[in-house]
């Protein structure tokens, strides 16, 4: 991977962090649900992410949300969005900063 791949996958990372389940007041990549990042030489974002649970209801709006402010980024031609359920997402995937703020700690 060459800088300006790593320069967006730092940019993708730093957007995920503005994506949160409506529901948890933590953002999508501090609670683990982001499985996969990878960034091709033409600038299309690949991302493997997961929900907390296989039928999230704001499943649909966190994947649009991902999606619209990926794309956003310079450089990103296009976002696809792989929704993967293996490994099944749990709890010991979040940060420290998401389990205390959930409580975990």
């Known amino acids: ?5 790593l320069d967006i996958e730092e940019k993708v990372v730093q957007m995920l962090r503005t994506v949160y389940d409506p529901e948890i007041p933590v953002d999508v ?3 683990g649900l982001i499985y996969r990042i990878e ?3 033409d600038g299309i974002v690949s991302i493997d992410l997961t929900m907390t649970a ?6 649909d709006f966190i994947m649009e949300d991902i999606r619209q ?6 450089g990103v031609k ?3 969005l792989n929704l993967v359920f293996e490994p099944e997402w749990n ?8 389990k205390l703020e959930l409580g975990f700690l």
């Open 1 to 5: 991977m060459d800088n300006k791949e």
């Open 29 to 31: 990549y501090s609670l």
């Open 39 to 41: 960034v091709s030489d």
């Open 54 to 59: 296989p039928n999230c209801p704001a499943a």
């Open 69 to 74: 402010k990926v794309e956003s980024i310079e």
């Open 78 to 80: 296009a976002a696809e």
């Open 91 to 98: 709890q010991d995937m979040m940060s420290e900063e998401a």
